[in-house]
DNA sequence: GTCTATACACCGATAGAC
DNA sequence: GTCTATCGGTGTATAGAC
């Protein structure tokens, strides 16, 4: 009762410095680079010494694994946004998956590297965390489903797009449109080569 | 005479050292990973101590310049091996080059994350290194140009296809070809977008 | 002229006092 | 739960041996 009601509050206490300890590493990986974030660094920050950080996650990968859960939670939750519009035709639909997830990725350099690419080296993610970016891709596929697209190699196709034209607009035109101006056109040509309708 | 003749045995040795240190790196990349490559591990690889790999490389990042040079040379040769292939059809040729530029990428990891992908967080290369980019991306557009595919948009998305396709592959599928068998698929639906001619 | 020995500043991580 | 002290490792700089 009292006990339970104090071990609540000890937890709120708790999660919440690992709250504010994962906010302050996304603040230094935002505007120093992912790969730049130091214990040191995050915890000056936050008002500790490095070793402190170890009462709050077990390693500092366990803290990268943390944020790479933050941003797939963040991801599923717009993709599943998606995946509730009411469809117009499935040609739009599709453009809409793709729009949707290209401009997450854009949109945070720092943060489509820890959740798509091996920029830190040691960095497995948890399979806890691992399958919130498993979700996230089943949701995908469903939408894509519901649009008639349900061949394993045409989903396989439709993430590659996806991928080759983050990855050239984040390399070659950080900030820019140079790809983002080239999606509709691609999933357009993907689904000219599905065969889906013409609208 | 005599000065020069022993000058220039000089010179080559100093070259084959250099080459033997590049080897040494390219190794330790290779079968532990671009990043685990550390001066006092090449240092002993060739019989040194890590501070003598100064007289040779002004730094480590000018080690990782060469080998971003190394790397580009050997697919420029690649790709203007292809270059000079007799042309079949548009249609065939666009799908060699992007064959050719896919497999190179494809088979050596450390490789294309040097050449590629920010892997390696403080390393910008040299212009002179940069050059060789884009001297092979130069002989790459010459061949599409061939093919009558002039547009600068046309180009970009065909960079952005096998880039995609070769991310994928290496990140979720290394070693096997889930996405190396869309390849042909992707470039003929490339080919159709443009409004090439079927064969 | 080349290389070695030594040192520095920084990193992630651990041990133990309070 | 946070601290100080410290460890082994890194890239890098430099003085000095040969």
Redo the contacts between chains.
Sequence with gaps: MLADAKRDRVGERRSATRREILDAAWAIARDS?L??VTLRDVAERVGMRAPSLYRHFESKNAMYDAMFADSWIACLEVMTEVSRTPPTSARATIKLYARTFFDFAVADLARH?LM????I?GFEPSAESYAVAVATLDTVRAGLAACGVTEP?DV??F???????I??QL?NDPGGD??S??LD??Y???A??IGLPTP
């Design positions: 680079g790969a730049q590297q798509n690419q091996r920029t080296v190699e396989d196709l993430v590659a797009l996806a991928g080759g034209l990855d050239a390399a140079r790809w101006r080239l056109r691609t357009d040509m993907f000219d080569n």
